[in-house]
């Protein structure tokens, strides 16, 4: 019988900073500046989510500024729309994704060929067709570029009452389409093949490298994992991954972490990562989107860091304790405070509704760098 691999002890300050460094968090402006900054953020990264939410910037674009200082909005556009280095599909969520990944979501956009799902169950094969013939003859187009004479009823609160627009989204998962260009969330479709130029288009991923792929990309971004972490809203993947740690064990390429406060939640990190423990700028702050990589696990986020966030936008306001839009403050390697904020976009202000401090810090000392960080992201959000 195999004697059991030994676990590493891992601290929570120790984790928070391996964390932070596989966020790039620790340190100012990991990525360099301009387009190519963007792109090497999302291969990093492995995806950006994308959110409709506008209290504030949209979470795609707040993501890249908290680890770009000198990002623009159209360094994005160019890397959707003319490098074509990132593209959206769905992670956990609506997200940018490396093209050079491409290959490792044909197989999610033939079981949606296969299997639609009940949303797109209505759609009809004139409507496909129709959506599909103005394309290839006009070009990209978005849902505002098509009429729809006769509207149907919604199955879902999400839905749309457009047939073309369903068609289009049901295009769109099952690979024959991709979002070409996106201005605000007003999105533009084109055929994914002329989209990129492509003769033949990839070859889909096996299994096996799908999983070593999930496994690779959580390890990358997250320094120490686990089965939750590595598959975020994706159980199914689980198993295959969990082959994936076994053999990268036996391989002796990951090792076993206890992490302090975890548990029985079983955790692993590659041994170069355990050894990269330095702490970050200590003057380094970060106002955070909720849909932050290092926010969106709730539970890990908590667990980490003791910081248990509350998306309160929608819940009712006499039970908020941050409000409606809560963004956390990172200092250093701690989060430190809550800010409820909102941008009014008329008279160019970026509004504090609520400040609310966590756990116990240097309060008086810290509150002049966050309002510093405050200053920086009024500038971000109200440029063009």
Not at 183 to 211: I, Q, V
């Amino acid at each position: 019988m195999p004697r059991p691999l030994p676990h590493h002890p891992v601290s929570k300050t120790q984790a928070r900073r391996i964390w932070l460094h596989a966020q790039r968090l620790d340190t100012s402006a990991p990525f360099g500046e301009g387009p190519q900054a963007t792109q090497a953020a999302v291969e990093h990264l492995g995806y950006v989510q994308i959110d409709t939410i506008n209290v504030i910037e949209r979470c795609h674009h707040h993501i890249l500024f908290s680890r770009i200082p000198s990002y623009r909005r159209a360094d994005l556009r160019q890397a959707q729309s003319l490098d074509k280095s990132v593209f959206e599909y769905w992670t956990h969520a609506l997200s940018y994704v490396p093209t050079r990944d491409l290959r490792f979501f044909i197989a999610a956009m033939r079981e949606h060929k296969r299997n639609p799902s009940n949303w797109f169950e209505t759609v009809s094969p004139a409507d496909m067709r129709k959506v599909l013939r103005l394309i290839r003859t006009g070009g990209p187009l978005s849902i505002r570029d098509i009429d729809d004479d006769v509207l149907v009823d919604k199955i879902h609160p999400w839905a749309s009452r457009k047939p073309s627009k369903r068609a289009l989204q049901l295009a769109f998962y099952t690979g024959m389409l991709t979002i070409s260009e996106r201005t605000g969330m007003l999105k533009s479709y084109d055929l994914m093949a002329r989209h990129f130029g492509w003769e033949t288009p990839p070859k889909p991923a096996s299994a096996t490298d799908t999983a070593a792929y999930l496994l690779d990309r959580g390890l990358r971004a997250q320094g120490i994992v686990s089965l939750d972490s590595i598959c975020h809203l994706d159980a199914p993947s689980k198993a295959a991954v969990r082959r994936q740690i076994e053999a990268r064990l036996r391989r002796h390429e990951l090792v076993a972490v206890t992490l302090e406060g975890a548990g029985k939640q079983e955790h692993w990190a590659k041994p170069e990562a355990l050894q990269d423990t330095a702490a970050p700028q200590s003057e380094l702050v970060h106002i955070l989107s909720p849909f932050d990589p290092l926010i969106i696990q709730r539970k890990r986020t908590h667990l980490v860091f003791d910081y248990e966030h509350r998306f309160e936008a929608y819940i009712p306001k006499e039970k908020r304790l941050f409000g409606y839009f809560a963004l956390p403050v990172l200092v250093g390697d701690t989060i430190i405070a809550a800010l409820d904020l909102k941008t009014d976009r008329q008279a160019k202000k970026l509004l504090m509704q609520k400040w609310s401090w966590i756990g116990r810090g240097q309060r008086k000392a810290l509150k002049p760098l966050i309002e510093d960080a405050l200053d920086r992201f009024e500038r971000f959000q109200l440029a063009d």
